[in-house]
């Protein structure tokens, strides 16, 4: 998730042109991989946006907040996927809508969420894109999860945060950074 930006980051072509690294080349300081990793250097900007069949679990606690295999994974350069789940996927009536919007100059603008199990309550926990720009259709009617306090797995794996806190992506072990986030990543 990003600040709302300038109003010249309405057309994509600028938006494009304001990022050094768009996933065509890996800068000197990305990690090198082994066979079966992935760079987030080598993820496009404006990212893509894929379907993973790997099955994801978020847990709150010892409740089960969300199960897909439908997730929509969003590949963005130099950033850990965010994982979409469908709101299918997701247990009925965890979610409350919180305050607060961002507009993502790929994505539009999205709408936040929280999780509320009776008197329990964890704020600003997630987030969607209700009316996503051309592009980013796949993730009309999914939800991402911040994954900080909770216990997040995909494909039985346990899903370590983006560094940073401010964004949402998971990092699973198949990934190679460094990753948006990290001390000194501001110019990025």
Known sequence: MRSPPSSSFNDESLAAGHWHWRGQARPAFAHPT???????WD??????????????VVRWGELEVARSTRTIR???TAHPPSFYIPLA?????????????????????????????????????????PR???GSELIQDAVAFYCHDLDCRVGGAIVVPQPGGFYGGWITPELVGPFKGEPGTQGW
Not at 99 to 112: F, N
């Open 43 to 56: 993820y496009p900007r404006p990212p893509r946006l894929e379907a993973d069949p790997r099955e994801v």
């Open 132 to 134: 996503p720009l051309p």
């Open 89 to 129: 996927d997701i247990a009925p009536g965890l979610l409350e809508l919180a305050e607060g919007t961002s507009l993502c100059e790929w994505k539009g603008p999205a709408r936040y969420w929280s999780l509320v199990d009776g008197a329990r309550r964890l704020a600003k926990v997630a987030w969607s894109y």
């Open 34 to 40: 082994t066979p079966g990793q992935e760079s987030v």
């Open 74 to 76: 969003v590949l963005e």
